[in-house]
């Protein structure tokens, strides 16, 4: 099985920008979930999609949105970016409820400017 | 809400050198996960062990879920090893499932 891809790789935007990020699950997961990492705060749950419907929600601003297609592939949008949103973001994918079974792409890098 | 904390943060040792990262948690959990993060970024699963212990080659990882801890040992370390280890514990809120993660530990492997 293929794993999970995420698009771009990396990514330089300037401030007050918008940015849209995809990621496309294992085959035949229905779970897909993004989490945004940084050296000072670690790694932080943004949201969750299954089967189109967001699950699960983190404590991230609105500016931070994303949607399902119903081919499990989701998209994640940031507007009116922020220095502070350089990341690198993933995502992770699951065939189940469950979150420990979450597979991670390789990420996305952003760098805002 | 539930806390998780990981020591040490960082661990610098010669390669065949064995390690013992440690993972706390505050609450009982669902379960617990452990992860390697090589230095490009990718996050790979290394064990689900809610409870026990589970070996993988020179990899292994001990749980006690009534102290509200976990082990994860590493044999004869190699420089591939390097990288970040995080654990990761499942626990719910209302209906779904998230991941609460520790903050890591960063291990160099010198050759």
């Known amino acids: 099985k293929a794993g999970v891809t995420q698009t771009p790789r990396y990514l330089i935007k300037t401030r007050g920008q918008q940015v849209t990020l995809s990621c496309s699950p294992i085959?035949?997961?229905?779970?897909v979930s993004w989490y945004q990492q940084t050296p000072g705060q670690g790694l932080q749950f943004l949201f969750e999609y299954f089967s189109e419907t967001q699950r699960n929600k983190g404590n991230f601003p609105g500016r931070f949105s994303g949607r399902q297609f119903s081919n499990s592939r989701s998209e994640m949008n940031v507007s009116t970016l922020e220095l502070g949103d350089s990341a690198l973001y993933l995502c992770?994918?699951?065939?189940?409820?469950?979150?420990?079974?979450?597979?991670f792409g390789p990420g996305t890098r952003l760098t805002v400017t | 809400g539930i806390q998780v904390e990981q020591s040490p943060p960082d661990l610098i040792l010669q390669e065949g050198a064995n390690s013992t990262l440690r993972c706390n948690f505050s609450d009982s959990v669902n379960n617990l996960q452990w992860f390697h993060q090589n230095p490009w970024g990718q996050l790979i699963n290394l064990f689900y062990?809610?409870?026990?212990?589970k070996q993988n080659g020179r990899l292994s990882a001990t749980t006690v879920a009534t102290e509200r801890y976990s082990l994860l040992y590493i044999s004869s370390s190699q420089t591939t090893d390097s990288g970040v280890y995080f654990c990761?514990?499942?626990?719910?809120?209302?209906?779904?499932?998230?991941?609460?993660w520790g903050a890591g530990t960063k291990l160099i492997i010198k050759p």
């Open positions: 085959s035949g997961h229905r779970s």
């Open positions: 992770a994918s699951s065939s189940g409820q469950r979150a420990y079974e979450q597979y």
């Open positions: 062990i809610p409870s026990g212990t």
């Open positions: 990761a514990v499942e626990t719910r809120r209302d209906s779904n499932y998230q991941l609460i």
